[in-house]
């Protein structure tokens, strides 16, 4: 069974880091996002289709040096497709019954149970749904008790929402789906071929989870999901190689090769690889970018310092992202194709 990873978008929302890296290569608890989730895969999953377009030579080259125990293929878009466009392009992949998952989710979601249910249903297409309480902000399900999918309410208000359950970025699909999806434009699986199927086949359904969901879509939940882990995990740092730490740290994820001088303190941040950060420095809420250096008696709060950056000595920010280098070439202004709402 084939399962195709969208790990194709820019991640505006995570800029500056998503200038330099891809998205799906941003480090949670210093492991890429897309292995936490090739890392919940069932064993029948036997081959990744990894759909990128943009920053495709990073992933490719990721994938090259580290085995994720499964054949990857990387398929890569001639230009953003968007979630429909994106796995109508990997159909030469596709040899029946398969998956798609965004590549910037992390949950608890048993795929293998979702595979079951989807065949106990003999269902066109599964996907996995997720309770919230703010439903205003998605795209909300129509679904009956026995889960099958009627409809899907954008935005709704909390009084007009047909449910409390959102798209959870997880779906099981039978190949006939693909004839739904035109080839070579960009096409929201959601907004467009969903729709679609619901209206033609009726056999479109949704499975309910519980545990966690995170999308990390944005910084804060970029910074939520390494809180989250290491609650899970009962530690109180993370850390990876080399590093030289004098000062205290809490509650925060440092990658590799990382100085931190006297007298700072590091609290709810993730720190790259190669960083440097200064004496009598605190950081809170922050993201430090590779190779990147703060100076001594900085302060920063809800700062995101991209990577190759370089702060002075009493530097004080607060809710800033710092970026001083030129954007990369064709990198957009705003969001696109936006598969999920968020
Ligand atoms: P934002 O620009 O911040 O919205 O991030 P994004 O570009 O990642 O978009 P979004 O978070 O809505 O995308 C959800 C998932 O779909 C992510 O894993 C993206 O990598 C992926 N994705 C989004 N657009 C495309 C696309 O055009 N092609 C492919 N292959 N993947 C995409």
């Not at 994720?68 to 030469?92: H, M, Q, S, W, Y």
């Not at 030129?326 to 936006?338: L, S």
């Amino acid at each position: 069974m084939e399962a195709i990873i969208l790990a194709g978008g820019f991640g505006t929302r995570l800029r500056p880091l998503t200038y330099t890296k891809a998205k799906s290569l941003l480090p949670i608890l210093n492991k890429p996002m897309i292995f936490h989730l090739i890392e919940t895969l069932p064993d029948e999953v036997n081959k990744v289709v990894l759909a990128v377009n943009y920053r495709k030579d990073q992933i490719e080259k990721y994938f090259k040096e580290n085995d994720c125990g499964k054949e990857t293929i990387v398929n890569d878009e001639p230009k953003p497709l968007g979630t429909g466009g994106a796995t109508k392009f990997a159909e030469r992949h596709i040899t029946g019954r398969f998956l798609v998952l965004n590549a910037d989710v992390i949950c608890s979601l048993n795929l293998s149970e979702m595979i079951k249910i989807h065949k106990k249903n003999n269902a066109m297409a599964t996907i996995s749904l997720w309770p919230v309480e703010n439903v205003s902000e998605f795209g909300v399900v129509d679904v009956k008790e026995d889960g099958n999918i009627v409809g899907f309410v954008e935005k709704p208000k909390p009084e007009d929402a047909p449910s409390e359950f959102i798209n959870a970025g997880a779906y099981c699909l039978e190949p006939e789906v693909l004839d739904y999806i035109e080839t070579g434009r960009l096409i929201s699986m959601e907004k467009e071929i969903f729709p679609k199927i619901i209206k033609d086949t009726g056999r479109f359904f949704g499975f309910k989870f519980t545990g966690h969901w995170m999308d990390i879509g944005r910084i804060s939940s970029y910074l939520e999901v390494h809180r989250f882990l290491m609650r899970e995990k009962n530690i109180q740092n993370f850390q990876g190689e080399n590093n030289s730490i004098n000062g205290f740290l809490k509650q925060s994820c440092i990658g590799n090769n990382v100085s931190i001088g006297k007298n700072s303190n590091v609290e709810s941040s993730v720190v790259y690889d190669n960083a440097i950060i200064g004496e009598n420095v605190n950081l809170s809420g922050c993201v430090i970018g590779e190779n990147s250096k703060v100076s001594n008696f900085s302060n920063l709060k809800d700062t995101i310092l991209g990577d190759n950056e370089t702060l002075e000595e009493e530097t004080s920010l607060d809710n800033k992202a710092v970026w001083t280098q030129p954007k990369p070439e064709g990198y957009p202004d705003k969001q696109i194709g936006n598969p999920i709402e968020k």
